[in-house]
């Protein structure tokens, strides 16, 4: 079970210090309700090999739909570690063992776990014990829909969950549950948060920094990397924190970022600079000492006195290693110290280059002052001045030349002495990666000796019991100490007797399931020597006749063979189905009818044969593949929520399997609607199911009328008693009080009918919000119904784009083939396409939206475009086009059209044909309201003349 993974350097951490870490992706306690009954939390799990091997904490999480116990490394990894098949697992603990440690053996493995305390181990072998006999009760009763695993068709939420629901309650025996309550061992389900979503939940730990930082950067789009921020601490007394980028037009700038990046040289590219106002935190040098190696430590401390002579030389390996972190500072700061000094300087002498440029300026000017003979005797003693300020700015100019030769000596003696730190630096960090590695050799060792000590202590403590006098009375800590022992043994003894209870019932129900299974094999062969004798007589006749047509015998076998063919299985036949096997039933997964009963024989048998194929379809090699790739997919996201990614959106578009369909549902509704919904009230649906039963709604007799007439081929709405109804009509019902404008249309009820298949009331109208107020423009389902009317136009140029050729056949003939493409928009293909085709394509449509039906209405006609050119007559074209869909059952076919040969398919360009058309349709449709307007005033002019003529011109 991946025990080589399970196996990896690191090192053991006992289960009295539990180290709980936030996950980045697991969602709180209060806003998941599916996650917080999830039986999850951190167990101690024993792996490695040779005398490495430990118990080591992982994070376990049990997944009903396979009954497979997952555990990681930490909550935060997508892909786990392995896996423990809990379907035909047993388990047993040893109240001898160590505390909380218990056994789990499968049919290829024994996995020993072990719990923080013996609390925590109960309640995890009661919760796996009930898990498993769920599984199993339910294992041999539910019909599997997906072939590439053990998963279970069972959805949680909608009528199609609920259906299935009453084909996995098996009625136990009372007694047998009796006896299983009487052998439960008293536990508290209040296990101090260790079990559960909330044992994830905790101080953040350095020590799983690299998972944190791999499974957050993965998510990182264009764009966002700007609003990021992250801290990370030095071995110094200040704290490095994340700033700004800076810009590109300061290269400057960035490069004296860059010099202070942070000393470890990670590979992130975060820039830190020294931040002295925020107070002074926790330090690397203490995380790393004394969290990663002191854990260890701390526990041979509290557990053996042993262990502190064991730990000194590690303890003096730490100490080395810190002060060589101190030492490491100290440069730093010397380093950055220097750095200050040399710009000083440099200013300094950039100071004085200049004051040397202005004086040498002036220079020539004094000497272009000298004396003139023909001036004035009085303004002779000004020059005079002049020279000697001449030779004092000479003797300060030869003692700053002076200076600043001393300046450039000092600043190459102190690049000097800055490379020689560089060197001595790197030299530090080498040395310090050499200790660590040091040091965690020593801890291994320290601890296999540990160990070895411990259990010699408990050798001597047990032989030094022995040798006590057996007449003396003991002391009360002995009785103390075997009063609790006593009362292990009797939870021991109580578990150990429900185990074999359980066990010897999975024995007995897999023996049943095997003999129904041979039972139904042998009468599957029974029934197939049957038709087989049958078909050889019909071929037999059909090639030699010896008998006249009114007595041929082939007539009677047809006959026979013809009623054997149109039985499906009935619910009163489904009781006795391993003796009267069947291969169609009489409603389908979605609880649609297969074969038609009020029909003609002929359509019977092709509706037969249409079940039969798609059945066949949903078998192949290829369904298999992607139900593996949902599994796999699924299992990584265990620890997380599902967001939108590519691998996402090409899962959805290979369609999603019936079992996971109404989790997929649920998200992608909630991803649409997110934007309402975090407006508005928690009780917002039922405030508005209130609020309908208080006042008259006029949408409420239009919605009755429909009600039966929605989806009258499916068991779920076929009767007003059926499940479906009261859920439609408060669905219904409330729409129209959210959106009066609209109340109901006609095609809201199909809508409604098919998202309450997979999803409870409140999702259903939340879809149906989605729908028409995010997915579809405004007036779509109107009473005008001005925005379908414009999606034909945009249609009918697609048609005109991607299926040249078709599109001119139907212009040839003069087909309007949006008379039956009208009803494709406006329900999304409900009763328009077999329901295997119907559910793909809205798994597509509700992630991507609207222009899904674009494509698949689309895809429809390039499916069948050979042989719509066939037909060279408009009436059986349009005949055609009326049943055309339901002969196509190819879907893996169908949905390669859709998203290969459709390509490319932006949704910008529907939107700019949309105005184009809509402002053409508005037109039109002011047109011919002037056109009615002027008829209605002729008419009313005509009819006021009438009334003014005479009886006497009336009688002539």
């Known amino acids: 079970m991946h025990e080589e993974e399970d196996g990896g350097g690191e090192s053991s951490c006992p289960a009295s210090r539990l180290q709980s870490f936030k996950s980045l992706d697991v969602p709180e306690v209060e806003g998941a309700k599916e996650q917080a009954s999830k039986l999850c939390g951190y167990l101690n799990k024993l792996s490695g090999k040779g005398p490495l091997r430990g118990y080591k904490l992982r994070w376990f999480v049990y997944d009903q739909r396979k009954c497979y116990l997952y555990y990681f490394k930490t909550p935060q990894d997508a892909l786990p570690l392995g896996h423990i098949d809990i379907g035909d697992a047993c388990f047993m603990y040893d109240i001898e063992g160590e505390e909380g440690q218990f056994e789990v053996r499968t049919a290829d493995k024994e996995f020993h776990l072990k719990a923080p305390s013996r609390q925590v181990m109960h309640y995890w072998l009661q919760e796996l014990q009930q898990k498993r006999w769920e599984y199993n009760n339910t294992r041999g009763t539910g019909n599997r829909d997906s072939w590439s695993s053990p998963t279970l068709v069972y959805p949680p939420t909608g009528l199609v969950g609920k259906d ?5 309650s098996e009625k136990l025996c009372e007694s047998m549950e009796k006896v299983r309550s009487d052998f439960a061992m008293d536990t508290d389900t209040d296990v101090g948060g260790m079990v559960g979503i909330q044992s994830a939940r905790g101080p953040f730990s350095l020590k799983n920094l690299g998972t944190e930082l791999r499974n957050s950067m993965s998510n990182l789009r264009p764009g966002r990397a700007e609003n990021r921020r992250s801290v990370f601490y030095t071995g110094n007394s200040e704290e490095w924190e994340l700033v700004e980028a800076p810009p590109k037009d300061f290269p400057d700038q960035k490069h004296h970022l860059e010099t202070q990046r942070h000393s470890f040289g990670s590979a992130f590219t975060f820039d830190f600079v020294r931040n002295r106002q925020r107070p002074q935190r926790l330090l690397l040098r203490d995380v790393r000492g004394s969290g990663k190696q002191g854990r260890g430590m701390e526990r041979r401390g509290s557990e053996s006195p042993t262990g502190e002579c064991n730990g000194s030389k590690a303890l003096d390996m730490q100490l080395r290693l810190q002060n060589q972190q101190d030492e490491l500072s100290q440069m730093q700061q010397e380093q950055f110290k220097l750095r200050e000094e040399l710009a000083s300087q440099k200013e300094l002498v950039r100071l004085l280059q200049q004051t040397l440029r202005s004086s040498q300026c002036e220079r020539p000017s004094v000497c272009r002052a000298a004396p003139d003979p023909s001036a004035d005797p009085d303004q002779v003693q000004s020059p005079a001045v002049t020279q000697e300020d001449v030779a004092q700015l000479e003797a300060l100019l030869q003692e700053r030349d002076g200076q600043i030769q001393a300046l450039c000596g000092h600043m190459e003696r102190l690049s000097l002495e800055k490379e020689s730190l560089q060197q001595e630096l790197k030299s530090l960090k080498v040395k310090v990666g050499e200790i660590n590695d040091q040091l965690g050799m020593l801890m291994e060792t320290i601890q296999a000796k540990d160990q070895v000590i411990v259990k010699l202590s408990q050798e001597n403590s047990e032989q030094s019991g022995n040798l006590t006098e057996s007449g003396s009375p003991p002391p009360q800590p ?87 063919a149109l039985q499906v299985e009935s619910p009163e ?31 019977r048998l092709v509706a037969k044969v249409r079940a039969l194929e798609l059945k066949s379809l949903s078998m192949t090699d290829q369904e298999v593949s992607v139900g593996v790739k949902w599994e796999n997919f699924l299992t990584g996201t265990m620890n997380r929520d599902l967001v939108r990614s590519p691998e996402l959106k090409s899962l959805i578009r290979c369609g999603v399997p019936h079992e996971h369909r109404s989790l997929v549902w649920r998200w992608c509704v909630t991803l649409h609607v997110k934007k309402f919904r975090d407006h508005l009230a928690p009780d917002y649906y039922e405030t508005l199911l209130k609020v309908a039963r208080d006042r008259p709604n006029p949408a409420s007799k239009q919605i009755e009328l429909d009600l039966l007439r929605t989806l009258p081929n499916n068991k779920h709405y076929a009767s007003p008693s059926a499940g479906g109804i009261n859920k439609l009509r408060n669905v219904l019902v409330a729409f129209s009080w959210r959106n009066p404008d609209i109340g109901y249309c006609q095609g809201l009820n199909r809508l409604a009918a098919i998202a309450l298949l997979y999803l409870d009331q409140e999702d259903a109208f939340w879809t149906l919000v989605a729908i028409v107020e995010v997915f579809m423009p405004r007036d779509y389902y109107t009473k005008t119904l001005l925005g379908s009317q414009v999606d034909q136009r945009v249609f009918r140029d697609l048609m005109s784009e991607k299926l040249p050729r078709l599109h001119a056949h139907f212009e040839q003939h003069t087909v309007d083939f949006s008379l039956i493409t009208f009803n494709w928009f406006l329900v999304v293909f409900v009763d328009s396409v077999v329901s295997d085709i119907l559910f793909k394509i809205w798994d597509a449509f509700l992630f991507e939206g609207p222009k899904i039906v674009f494509r698949f209405a689309l895809a429809l006609f390039k499916y069948k475009e050979e042989e719509f050119l066939k037909l060279q007559d408009s009436t059986a074209i349009f005949k055609y086009l009326r049943y055309f869909t339901r002969t196509i059952l190819d879907s893996r076919k169908l949905m390669n059209i859709a998203f290969v040969d459709m390509n490319p398919f932006p949704m910008r360009q529907i939107q700019n044909r949309r105005s184009f058309h809509l402002e053409k349709v508005r037109l039109e449709l002011t047109e011919l309201e002037a056109i009615r307007q002027t008829f209605l005033k002729e008419r009313e002019t005509s009819l006021d003349r009438r009334s003014f003529v005479s009886d006497d011109e009336e009688d002539s």
């Open 478 to 564: 002995e009785l103390s100490i075997l009063k609790d022992s006593l009362q292990g043994y009797k939870s021991q003894n109580k578990f150990l007797n429900k185990e074999i209870l359980e066990l010897t019932v999975l024995r007995r129900n897999a023996e049943t399931r095997e003999k129904a299974l041979e039972a139904k094999c042998t009468a599957l062969e029974a029934k197939l020597c049957q038709v087989e004798s049958k078909y050889l007589v019909l071929l037999q006749e059909v090639r030699n006749p010896v008998c006249s047509s009114e007595q041929n015998p082939a007539r009677e076998v047809i006959s026979r063979l013809l009623e054997d």
């Open 164 to 168: 299935n629901d009453a084909v996995f």
């Open 573 to 603: 036949q489904s009781e006795n189905h391993i003796f009267k096997p069947n291969t169609v039933s009489e409603y389908d997964i979605y609880g649609f009818k297969t074969v038609p009963e009020e029909e003609e024989e002929e359509e």
